[in-house]
């Protein structure tokens, strides 16, 4: 189920180029010089641990909450007198672009994503990174049983 959210999210973030690198959540930022070079603006996936509730056959249902990750760049100046300030703050239209993929998309398996917070980043050098967190309530049937119809015989003989 992870493994379909996390790929029907790339798809809707990378579509009209608007997001450059998607990946899963590996703590990027604590590790940026260690790891491979990314492009921005990057969105991480994380998934939130999910409590799942059993039902008969294998099936289990829950709710997965994924924070996105957002990094983006910032070497301009957002002050009220910037000459620069509608291009420094673009990365919060895409955020509400972000959203606007998101929220109240639906798929197999699962209900429609809603998002449930946002955090923005008001400690940052270079590197602004805003987190969108979204929910969705799952099922998960990979692990159910197969059910086998078996033929009844026709006539039944009672001996009495």
């Keep these: 189920m992870r493994k379909k959210i996390y790929l029907k999210i ?16 590996n703590e990027n930022i604590q590790y940026i010089t260690e790891e491979q070079a990314w492009s921005t603006p990057a969105v991480f ?4 641990p999910i409590i ?7 099936v289990q249902e ?3 909450t994924v924070r996105l990750h957002i990094i983006t760049r910032c070497i301009e100046p957002t002050n009220d007198s910037s000459p620069y300030k509608d291009s420094a703050l673009a990365y919060l239209d895409m955020l509400d672009s972000i ?4 929220h109240g998309f ?4 699962f209900n429609t994503f809603t998002r449930k ?3 923005t980043n008001h400690n940052h050098e270079e590197l602004v990174e805003s987190i969108e967190t979204f929910s969705v309530h799952v099922i998960d ?5 197969e059910v086998q119809m078996i033929e009844a015989p026709r006539t039944v003989q009672i001996q009495l």
């Design 62 to 64: 829950g709710t997965v």
């Design 141 to 145: 049937a990979s692990s159910s049983s």
């Design 10 to 25: 790339i798809e809707l973030l990378v579509e009209g180029e608007l997001i450059k690198h998607v990946d899963l959540w």
């Design 99 to 102: 959203n606007s993929r998101i």
């Design 52 to 58: 799942w509730m059993p039902f008969p056959g294998g």
């Design 106 to 109: 639906s798929g197999d398996g």
């Design 117 to 119: 917070q946002s955090v």
């Design 45 to 48: 996936v994380e998934f939130e």
